[in-house]
């Protein structure tokens, strides 16, 4: 763990806010952006930020554009390859469990998966895609990205700037806020494979 915790503080030292930003860009809406530690990038990213490392308002800005703007890309490709996606066969990219499991969500929240799904790993990089897929309105679909896109894209880096700035020494506890993040992000996931193999 304290492997992970200094690989990803190193990264975002030396990639910067245009490091991060790539990574919330490509986990919100390209196939291949699915195992990306968004989450716990953010919030460190934030915590970073407040010790002097990077700016946090260039940071929640950049942040939240390449959120809501992965989702779109996400959103387009999803309108041009169409039912293809379905036909692929699984790869080390691709797994036709993850867009079963977003399916599901989609039938159980409807168009709040686009936001709900910003909080969940995997979900969160399929969404955008089977909205275009299922043919959602843009308008509709922006409108949960944006709000989205706001909440997780600037929230969790802001989150980290405020506990870094007001918490003396939060460095010592960084590592167990990141694995709870961590543990956090991955329970919605675990819990809906248990149910598949439940049902199953």
């Known amino acids: ?46 915590f970073l930020a407040s010790q002097g490392w990077l700016p946090i308002i260039p940071l929640v800005l950049l942040s939240f554009l390449c959120a809501a703007l992965g989702d779109s890309v996400g959103y387009a490709f999803g309108r041009r390859i169409g039912p293809t996606l379905f036909s692929r066969e699984d790869s080390l990219m691709f797994s036709k469990k993850n867009v079963t499991r977003t399916q599901r969500y989609f039938e159980k929240y409807g168009a709040r998966t686009i936001f709900i799904a910003r909080f969940i790993p995997i979900v969160r990089t399929f969404a955008p895609i089977l909205a275009g897929v299922g043919g959602m309105r843009y308008k509709i679909f922006i409108r949960y990205n944006v709000l989205g896109a ?3 894209g600037a929230g969790i880096p802001f989150l980290g700037y405020f506990l870094g700035s007001v918490i003396p020494n939060i460095d010592r506890y960084l590592l167990p806020i990141i694995v709870g993040i961590i543990l956090l992000s991955i329970i919605p996931p675990l819990i809906s494979i248990i149910r598949e193999h439940i049902k199953l």
């Open 1 to 46: 763990m304290d492997l992970l915790h200094f690989d990803l503080i190193s990264f975002i030292k030396a990639a910067g806010i245009l490091g991060v930003s790539a990574i919330v860009f490509a986990e919100s809406g390209l196939l291949v952006g699915f195992f990306l530690p968004g989450d716990s990038l953010l919030f460190t990213a934030g």
């Open 150 to 152: 706001g909440i997780w």
